[in-house]
Structure formats: C-alpha cells, structure tokens
C-alpha cells in the first residue's frame, strides 16, 4: 500500500518536470519565428529524462530521512539490522535495486513471499529491512 502511495507522489511529480523541459525548449529559441533546433530539443529531453532519476532519489531520499509519504502514512521506517537508519549510501543503493527488483516481472518483491523473514530482493541485497512503527503514545 505504501508503494501505491509512493507511485501517486512520483506520477504527481511527471507534469512538474514536463513543465520545466517545455519551459527549457522555449527559452532557448523564438519558436514562432523558428523551429528549434536539435540541440534545442535536447535538453528538453535532457530535462524531462530528469523524471526517470525522480523516483529513484524519492526512494533513496525518504530511506535516509524517514521515510517517503507512504512509509510515513502508514508508520513504516527502513533500518538496518542493527536498528538505525540507512546511511544515504545505503539508501541510494536500496533504490538502485529496487529497479531491477521490480522490472524482472515483479520478481523481487515476490521473492518475499519465499522467504522466512519476508525480505524483497532489494532489501535482502541492502541488508535493510522495513519495520512496522509503533504507533502508541
């Protein structure tokens, strides 16, 4: 469920950067006049390609500082196995996988489901773990 939440955050986020390589294209050239160029266009390109790296720093980002706006809603926090916080490196390397985790058809999060502890591939891959916080005062 906190991924559900996480994918509407990043889909939220798709116009913002298609905003800005619009914005990039147009204030390069007069494009009434003329037609930009290639090189005009590519750094809208460059700018809304930007958008595929998003999800990866939302991930990494919300790991190293309590967690993203799902994690949050529903109280969980990523930890090491000693019980602290990734370390950003840590982190970034946690959302590095979690590409490939998800792109095999699904395969790393179903791995979960083989496992004892019930850790994804990439949180097995990390030595991370997604706790579950207590939500008693």
Avoid: C, K
Avoid at 4 to 16: G, R
Avoid at 26 to 50: C, H, I, K, M
Avoid at 53 to 61: E, F, K, R
Avoid at 71 to 84: E, F, I, N, P, Q
């Amino acid at each position: 469920m906190a991924g559900a939440i996480d994918v509407v955050v990043v889909l939220l986020m798709l116009p913002l950067f298609l905003g800005f390589a619009g914005l990039t294209v147009l204030l390069q050239t007069n494009w009434l006049e003329v037609d930009p160029s290639g090189r005009e266009w590519l750094w809208g390109y460059v700018v809304a390609t930007l958008w595929f790296a998003a999800p990866l720093w939302y991930v990494a980002l919300g790991a190293a500082f309590g967690g993203t706006v799902g994690a949050r809603v529903l109280h969980l926090r990523v930890l090491t196995a000693a019980g602290d916080a990734p370390s950003p490196r840590r982190a970034l390397g946690r959302a590095l996988l979690l590409y490939p985790s998800l792109g095999l058809l699904g395969l790393g999060p179903l791995i979960a489901l083989t496992r004892g502890d019930s850790r994804p591939f990439h949180d097995s891959i990390s030595g991370t773990y997604v706790w579950q916080l207590d939500r008693t005062p």
